[in-house]
C-alpha cells in the first residue's frame, strides 16, 4: 500500500482524500467475496487457494486509501494479515505473474495528459523518478521491437510512444506502462482532428441530455 500510494501521489501528483481499514466481518467479507465463495463450493476447494480472505473470522483485514486526479478518485486496496499492520506490510495474496492487457477481463487505469506536455520526455521522467525511488517495474513499453531490458532502456526517446497520424484516431499518442504493483497502466494524448471527434461526441451528448431534461420538464 504504502509504494503504490507514494507512486500515485508523490511520482503522479494525485492527492489523498482519506484513508480508512481494518475491515473485516460478515457483511463487509459477503459483499465483497459471496460469489467467490460460490465458486470454491462448487469446485470443492479451500476458498484461499482461489485468493479469497477470511474476512469474515477476522483472520485478514481490508485497508484503503482514495486518491483524487482532477475528475477522477483511484482507491487503492490492500488485503492483508491481521497481524500486519494497517495499511501497510505484506499484502495477504500472492502477486500474480502475467498481466498481459490482452487477458480478457483484465483492466487497467488510462491517464490523459495536458495538450503541452512533451510526451516523451513525461514517460522518460516517470521511469526516471520511479527508478531513483526502487519502484522497479515501473517500465514503459517501446514502440520498437526489443530484446532485452537493456536494449529497452537503450531506446531513442522518440520510441517512447506510438503516435498515430492517419485514420480515425489521427493525433493520438499511447504509452503502456506498468505501475509499482504491476497493475497495468495507459498514458494518453489526444490532438488533432481525434481531439475534435471527442469533443463533438461531447457536445452531441449534452445537447442530447438538455433535450431529454427539457421534455421531461
Known amino acids: 500500500m504504502d509504494r503504490a500510494f507514494e507512486f500515485y501521489t508523490e511520482v503522479l501528483g494525485g492527492t489523498e482524500v482519506m484513508r480508512d481499514g481494518d475491515f473485516k466481518g460478515e457483511p463487509v467479507h459477503y459483499t465483497l467475496m459471496a460469489d467467490q465463495e460460490i465458486v470454491a463450493r462448487e469446485r ?19 485497508d484503503v486509501r482514495f486518491v483524487q486526479f482532477d475528475n477522477v478518485v483511484i482507491e487503492l486496496l490492500q488485503y492483508r ?7 501497510r506490510g505484506d ?9 498481459s492487457p490482452a487477458y480478457p477481463r483484465s483492466m487497467h487505469i488510462c491517464f490523459y495528459i495536458r ?16 527508478a531513483r525511488r526502487g519502484m522497479t517495474q515501473v517500465k514503459a513499453n ?14 531513442p526517446m522518440n520510441t517512447n510512444t506510438i503516435k ?32 475534435k471527434t471527442f469533443a463533438d461526441a461531447a457536445e452531441g451528448r449534452r445537447m442530447a441530455a438538455n433535450r431529454v431534461s427539457r421534455a421531461d420538464g
Open 91 to 99: 499484502s495477504w495474496a500472492e502477486p500474480r505473474d502475467h498481466m
Open 142 to 155: 517501446r514502440a520498437v521491437a526489443v530484446q532485452s531490458e537493456e536494449e529497452r532502456r537503450a531506446a
Open 44 to 62: 470443492r476447494v479451500d476458498p484461499r487457494t482461489i485468493g479469497v480472505p477470511n474476512l469474515k473470522g477476522g483472520s485478514q483485514r481490508l
Open 115 to 130: 495538450d503541452d506536455v512533451d510526451f516523451d520526455a513525461f514517460i522518460a521522467d516517470l521511469e526516471a523518478e520511479c
Open 164 to 195: 498515430i497520424q492517419e485514420g480515425p484516431s489521427n493525433g493520438w499518442s499511447i504509452i503502456y506502462c506498468k505501475g509499482p504493483e504491476g497493475e497495468q497502466l495507459e498514458f494518453i494524448q489526444v490532438l488533432g482532428p481525434v481531439k
Open 81 to 87: 494479515d491481521a497481524a500486519q499492520p494497517m495499511g
